[in-house]
């Protein structure tokens, strides 16, 4: 090594040394800035820029090259040919200027590396032309010191670059520049030998012409460093003018963006991206890390240690990104960014921040209107199929039960919406107490609701008992105190293929569990499919049972006490079904009431009622039954006056028969109904006393003409003494309020001996007679006994 510089500087004058140097670092220098400025011209202009800067490189290498051998071994006078010095400057312009100009084109940073590599070796493949130009010398070269030259100068400007934009500074990349044109030049002629040859007759002073060329060499690069200065201002004064409009624009955005390099180094960001994560105005981030970032945020923001774990781990998710990614990231103040990530071709990504909080606040409030009651917050029937449809497997262990509450009518219309509402909300609570944090309950409508059980059918039985219990207690709302009850259903077998069926049957249980009284649970069978079956299909033939005259009318007598002489008949209506017979009353009528067809139906049986009891004499009514439902009706006054109308009949010979359980339902609006069709001058009767939900306040507050004493007590007066002191009582209010009393029922002399002892006025029963059409009725027995 000592020997290779002492050798070096005994065949070199340091002054061209020297000389050669500062021409390097020149070229360098230019180089560097026009490499620089070849990446951020706009296209139409960037192949110019590429061409000058591998012009500017090639002559920098080249006339380093040539200063430092005017200077070369000063014991000789070295001529030089020119056609082969002329070559060389071309070589080094195309093999080693080129490629370098060229690299920062690439993204890729191996694109970027190897174009330096070939720059580098282009700038040996320089160096041995310009040394085949030697005249009259025989040269002796070392192959380790070639190599050595040539790597030096391959990695040097294989590294200057590769480097990413940040570190590719105009001071490194001159150094490294410099580094390979003289470590190439300097280390390869330290291998190099030279001998005068014998025959050599060239003329002494051919250097002179060098000279000359390398004269021009030099004027050009300090004519290049000259004009790169004029465009680099130039260039700058239209880059700041561009970034002015740019930094204006990006203020100036609704959302937030951060560009960051292949390194992850902050290039780019704009002030929303500060007022998002609070960052002052002062603070450059420009240049800066990820981490570095994320210190700054924490540190304005007081986060934990853990926070900034998690706020890192959460940055690693974006690196893995390969292609354009949107997600949600919730920040601490409970504002929600939607961040999407761009990865960019060379290396880095850009970041925008949208703030989406009010955004999804509406998509959350749309959600629970479309998937949560509104009243309850329960979840909906639709939010219910959409559970079973993901959580139903056949013959898994998730039962559903479906509840329907009891009562709950009665207490809406009493009391008002207000109350239904707030009952509501009292039983959705319960539910939820019970079903737990595991558990599903959804309002499907109305007062039904559904609790998902996820066990087997012991664990579904001890929740449904435990909901009936609940349900059962008082509520308290505002100053009233309600009961209610409640009917569930469930499905107890595999039978179930899909959520749809799993719903189906458990509804058929629940019908199956009001049908037999309410206030139970009943698991579906197969049976109650049949039953439903039969049920839908006896519903769908009662829709056209009248006008395919199956309906009719019988008429049972009432008799008066007084004088033994019929004084009315009660119209009974009749259903002789095609394939079924004689369809009982009793099975069709409370189908009618569910269903809401009682009330064409009972219009149906006013108007043939009045129209046959038209034909009787003059001082016999016919009495109604009216149900509940149609007592709730608007339709029932105007079916009553049309009936009456339409047939001529006198509105005193028609009576109005209700049942106690129509008045306890809503016994202020019956009563309105009530007076109302007394002002029409039809009359009203009580029909089962004493059955239901039994009140003197009836008697007292509800315009009635005549009580009906349930048939219950006429069968056990004779024999049980309580029924007997019931009757009496009976009889005794009766008189007192000025009303008729009917014993209905009576099938014996005794029976009927015991009803004149107590003092009815009239008498119902199959001893008088039995319900008939009014064409086959028969004359009524005597009533001497």
Not at 99 to 104: C, E, Q, V, Y
Request: proline letters at 3%.
């Amino acid at each position: 090594m000592i020997y290779g510089a002492a050798r070096l500087a005994a065949d070199h004058s340091l002054g061209f040394v020297f000389t050669a140097v500062v021409i390097c670092l020149a070229a360098g220098w230019l180089v560097a800035t026009l490499m620089r400025t070849v990446s951020d011209v706009d296209l139409a202009h960037r192949y110019r820029w590429v061409a000058g800067t591998a012009v500017v490189a090639g002559l920098g290498v080249w006339t380093t090259h040539f200063v430092a051998m005017l200077g070369y071994r000063p014991d000789m006078v070295l001529s030089f040919d020119d056609t082969k010095t002329i070559v060389s400057a071309l070589i080094g312009i195309l093999v080693a200027g080129l490629p370098l100009a060229a690299a920062r084109l690439f993204p890729s940073w191996r694109i970027r590396a190897m174009a330096g590599a070939i720059a580098g070796l282009g700038i040996g493949g320089m160096h041995y032309a310009g040394m085949a130009a030697i005249e009259g010398c025989q040269q002796t070269h070392s192959p380790l010191m070639d190599v050595l030259a040539a790597g030096i100068g391959a990695c040097s400007l294989a590294l200057a670059c590769g480097l990413p934009r940040r570190l590719a500074t105009p001071r490194v990349v001159c150094a490294l520049f410099t580094l390979a044109v003289t470590g190439t030049h300097f280390v390869a002629i330290a291998g190099t030998t030279l001998a005068r040859t014998q025959d050599y007759s060239g003329f002494p002073h051919e250097n002179i012409v060098l000279s000359i060329f390398t004269t021009a060499g030099a004027a050009v690069l300090f004519l290049g460093a000259f004009l790169t200065i004029i465009a680099t201002q130039r260039f700058d004064a239209q880059e700041r003018a561009h970034s002015s409009v740019l930094r204006t624009a990006l203020d100036n955005m609704s959302n937030g963006l951060l560009y960051l390099d292949a390194s992850e180094r902050v290039r780019l960001y704009n002030r929303r991206y500060a007022e998002i994560y609070g960052i002052p105005v002062d603070v450059d981030l420009t240049g800066k890390s990820i981490d570095q970032i994320i210190d700054i945020v924490g540190n304005r923001h007081h986060w934990t240690a853990e926070r900034r774990v998690a706020a890192r781990q959460r940055v690693d998710e974006w690196r893995n990104v390969e292609n354009s990614r949107q997600i949600d990231y919730p920040l601490d103040d409970g504002r929600i960014l939607q961040v999407e990530i761009r990865p960019i071709e060379e290396g880095g990504n850009v970041v925008t921040f949208d703030d989406v909080t009010k955004e999804r606040a509406a998509q959350r409030r749309i959600t629970e209107l479309a998937f949560s009651d509104p009243l309850t917050k329960l979840a909906n029937r639709r939010a219910l199929n959409a559970r079973l449809g993901r959580d139903f497997v056949p013959k898994q262990v998730v039962k559903l039960l479906l509840i329907d509450l009891d009562r709950f009518k009665q207490i809406n219309d009493t009391y008002g919406h207000v109350v239904g509402d707030q009952l509501l909300k009292q039983v959705a609570n319960r539910l939820r107490t019970i079903a737990g944090s595991d558990g599903f309950v959804a309002r499907l409508g109305g007062d039904e609701m559904a609790v998902l059980v996820y066990g087997d059918q012991a664990q579904a039985m001890a929740v449904a008992t435990e909901v009936i219990e609940a349900l059962a207690l008082p509520y308290a709302i505002n100053d009233l105190t309600v009961s209610i009850g409640c009917s569930i259903g469930m499905c107890c077998t595999d039978d179930a293929r899909d959520a749809i069926e799993l719903m189906q049957f458990s509804d058929i249980a629940l019908y199956e569990s009001k049908r037999q009284g309410r206030g139970r649970t009943s698991c579906y069978t197969r049976d109650m499919l049949k039953t439903v079956a039969d049920r839908v299909q006896l519903e769908t033939d009662m829709r056209t049972a009248i006008e395919r005259g199956e309906m009719h009318l019988a008429y049972q007598p009432v008799i008066s006490l007084v004088d033994d002489r019929i004084i009315g008949y009660e119209a009974l209506i009749r259903w002789e079904h095609p394939t079924l017979g004689a369809v009982s009353p009793a099975r069709f009528i409370p189908l009618a009431e569910e269903t809401g067809q009682i009330v064409p139906i009972g219009a149906w049986v006013l108007r043939e009622a009045c129209r046959q009891a038209a034909q009787l004499p003059s001082d016999v009514y016919v009495a109604v039954n009216v149900s509940p439902v149609q007592l709730r009706s608007p339709q029932l006054l105007s079916d009553l006056t049309q009936a009456l109308a339409k047939s001529g009949l006198p509105a005193k010979r028609l009576e109005i028969e209700l049942t106690e359980t129509a008045i306890v339902e809503d016994g202020p609006q019956i009563a309105k109904v009530l007076n109302a069709i007394r002002r029409l001058g039809v009359t009203v009767a009580m029909d089962d006393f004493g059955t239901g939900y039994s009140s003197l306040a009836h008697l007292r507050d509800l315009p009635l003409d005549r009580i009906k004493v349930d048939r219950s007590f006429v069968a056990t007066a004779e024999t049980d003494r309580h029924s007997l002191a019931v009757l009496k009582g009976i009889t005794q209010i009766a008189r007192a309020l000025n009303v008729a009393l009917q014993a209905e029922g009576v099938e014996t002399p005794s029976q009927l001996a015991l009803m004149r002892e107590i003092g009815c006025d009239a008498i119902q029963g199959y001893l008088v007679g039995r319900p008939q059409r009014l064409a086959e009725r028969t004359v009524p027995m005597a009533l001497s006994a």
